[in-house]
Nanobody, 124 residues
Framework: VQLQASGGGLVQDGGSLRLSCAASGATFSNYGVAWFRQAPGKEREFVAT????????YYSDSVKGRFTISRDNGKNTLYLQMNSLKPEDTGVYYC??????????????????WGQGTLVTVSS
């Protein structure tokens, strides 16, 4: 499977963005998918994940209530709606696929294929 992330950009504090991740080359619905982000000089961190069917979602505490992950298996696309953005949300956002066990859903090493990343910059 190949992944192509898009939708990043520059937004003001409190603004919104929607990221997309288009998948190709495999049956998208066979995979759980996730968003991670990496700020300059920091480790890549888990943002959110959605299971294969789309029935279960999980979020990091830092984005819970502000971000919404969703998927359209018919369009082979993953989304991340980001509202009430803060400067600390700045970073490169990556989509990834994998089928980790529940205890590993926030671990980058549990995901096998990664997109190229899209930059989100939130200005104060």
């Amino acid at each position: 499977v190949q992944l192509q992330a898009s939708g990043g950009g520059l937004v003001q504090d409190g603004g919104s963005l929607r990221l997309s991740c288009a998948a190709s080359g495999a049956t998208f619905s066979n995979y759980g998918v996730a968003w991670f982000r990496q700020a300059p000089g920091k480790e890549r961190e888990f943002v959110a994940t959605i299971r294969k069917s789309g029935s279960r979602t999980y979020y990091s505490d830092s984005v819970k209530g502000r971000f919404t992950i969703s998927r359209d298996n018919g369009k082979n696309t993953l989304y991340l709606q980001m509202n009430s953005l803060k400067p600390e949300d700045t970073g490169v956002y990556y989509c990834a696929v994998g089928n980790p066990i529940l205890s590993a859903i926030d671990l980058a090493r549990a995901y096998t294929v990664w997109g190229q990343g899209t930059l989100v910059t939130v200005s104060s």
